[in-house]
C-alpha cells in the first residue's frame, strides 16, 4: 500500500511524480487499486485522475478507463503489457495490467489529480483484486485530557481511506488502560466513509497519579499495527494558589466593568429626579425609577467563564 502512511494530498493538477510499484517477475496479470480520497466523508465523484504508468525505461503512457486499452512499451519501444482500468462507485480506481513479457526490471506510477478540489490518493499493487482490496484506517494517534473529578465521553474520528473495507472486532466497554474505556465503535468502514470512536474516562476520584499514559491497539483489520494504535495520556489538571489568585482578580475586575457599564447605560436612559416642593408629599416623583431587577447593586451578575512523503509503500 501506497504512500507508506496516511495519503497523498494533490491540488488540482498536481502530481506524485513517478513512484515505484512492485510487479511479481512471473506475473501474467496484475492490479493496482487507485483510491481518489474524497472531502465531507464521502466519494466525490469528479473528475478522474490521469493515471500513468512507466515500464522500465520506456515511455511515461497514459492509462485509458475500458472497454479502451493502451498499450505499454518499455525502452527499446516494445510493448511488454497492456492496460486499462475501471471505477466504482466509492472512487476506487482499478488498473488492469495484462502482461506480456514479465521480464521488465521495474514498473513505476504516475497520478495526477483533475479535478478542481483537492484530493487525497491511496493505493495498492496487488496479483488480485482480492488481495489489492485493503483498507487503512485514519485517526488521531493520541488523546490527551485532563480530569477533575468527572471528564466528558471523547469523540475520536475515524475514516477508511484504503480500497477495502475496514472492520472493527472487540467488545464494547473495553479497558484500554490509564482509565480510559473503548466505549463503541463502527462495526465496518466502506472505502472514503467515517465513524466515531468513543472512549469514555474512568471518575477523576479513581484517579490519584500525576498522570498516566496507555497504549491501546485497536481491533481492525488495517495490517499496519502504528495506524491503528493510539496513544492514551490522562493528568490531574492542578489550579496553583497564584492562579487561583490571578482567576479571582480576574473575576473581581469584570464584576465591576459590568456593574460600571449597566449603571452608566441606566443613567443615560434614566428620567431625572424631581425634588417635591415644600408641603408637597414624595408621591410618585421619589419612587425608585430602576427597577429591582436592573439595579447595579441587586442583580446578579452573569460572566461566562486546536503529507505524508509518498515513500516506500507497506505491504
Not at 97 to 122: C, H, K, M, Y
Not at 243 to 260: C, I, P
Request: with cysteine; glycine share 10%.
Amino acid at each position: 500500500m501506497f504512500p507508506g502512511t496516511g495519503q497523498v494530498r494533490l491540488a488540482k493538477q498536481a502530481t506524485t511524480g513517478l513512484v515505484a510499484f512492485p510487479v511479481d517477475s512471473a506475473a501474467s496479470t496484475w492490479f493496482l487499486h487507485v483510491v481518489a480520497v474524497g472531502p465531507n466523508c464521502q466519494p466525490l465523484g469528479g473528475r478522474a485522475p490521469d493515471i500513468e504508468l512507466r515500464a522500465g525505461q520506456g515511455l511515461i503512457t497514459a492509462v485509458p478507463q475500458q472497454p479502451a486499452e493502451v498499450a505499454v512499451p518499455d525502452e527499446t519501444g516494445k510493448t511488454v503489457a497492456t492496460a486499462s482500468w475501471t471505477r466504482d462507485a466509492s472512487d476506487v480506481f482499478t488498473v488492469q495490467l495484462e502482461i506480456s513479457d514479465p521480464g521488465v526490471s521495474a514498473w513505476n506510477l504516475r497520478l495526477t489529480n483533475n479535478d478542481p478540489q483537492e484530493l487525497g490518493f491511496v493505493w495498492t499493487s496487488a496479483h488480485s483484486i482480492e488481495e489489492g482490496r485493503q483498507p487503512r484506517i485514519q485517526m488521531a494517534t493520541s488523546l490527551h485530557v485532563n480530569v477533575l473529578e468527572t471528564t466528558a465521553d471523547q469523540v475520536v474520528p475515524v475514516a477508511n481511506i484504503g480500497p477495502g473495507t475496514l472492520t472493527f472486532g472487540g467488545s464494547a466497554d473495553t479497558d484500554m488502560g490509564a482509565g480510559f474505556l473503548l466505549h463503541s465503535f463502527p462495526t465496518s468502514l466502506a472505502t472514503n466513509t467515517c465513524g466515531q470512536i468513543v472512549i469514555r474516562i474512568a471518575s477523576g476520584g479513581q484517579f490519584t497519579a500525576p498522570s498516566e499514559t496507555a497504549n491501546f491497539t485497536l481491533d481492525c483489520n488495517d495490517t499496519a499495527t502504528g495506524e491503528k494504535t493510539v496513544q492514551l495520556t490522562r493528568e490531574r489538571r492542578k489550579v496553583t494558589k497564584e492562579g487561583k489568585e490571578s482567576k479571582d482578580k480576574e473575576k473581581d475586575v469584570k464584576d465591576k466593568e459590568h456593574k460600571d457599564h449597566v449603571g452608566k447605560e441606566l443613567e443615560a436612559h434614566a428620567p431625572q429626579f424631581v425634588r417635591p416642593t415644600p408641603g408637597q408629599g414624595l408621591g410618585e416623583a421619589a419612587e425608585h425609577f430602576i427597577p429591582a431587577d436592573q439595579r447595579p447593586d441587586l442583580a446578579d451578575s452573569a460572566l461566562g467563564n486546536e503529507d505524508p512523503e509518498t515513500g516506500p509503500g507497506r505491504g
